[in-house]
């Protein structure tokens, strides 16, 4: 079984705003993934993007400058 780690874990209310996130982070070269919504949170679209706790500034800056809708930002261990 994989250890559990700390992660940013963004939910988003739908699955363009998610889909959108996975392509600006792309395009920005920003690490990170999307992910199945942990059971440990609820989400409207079931997708949240998964990255390391250190990028959790760059990561709202990049929402706000791609002007992407999030619902919750977390950082718990997953």
Request: proline share 4%; aromatic share 6%; with cysteine.
């Amino acid at each position: 079984m994989r250890e559990k780690e700390m992660r940013v874990v963004i939910t988003f209310k739908n699955t363009s705003a998610a889909m959108a996130m996975e392509k600006f982070c792309k395009e920005e070269g920003v690490s990170g993934r999307l992910i199945p919504v942990p059971r440990e949170i609820t989400s409207g679209c079931g997708l949240a993007w998964s990255a390391s706790p250190d990028m959790k500034e760059d990561l709202l800056n990049l929402l706000e400058k791609c002007d992407i809708k999030y619902e919750n930002i977390y950082v718990l261990k997953i």
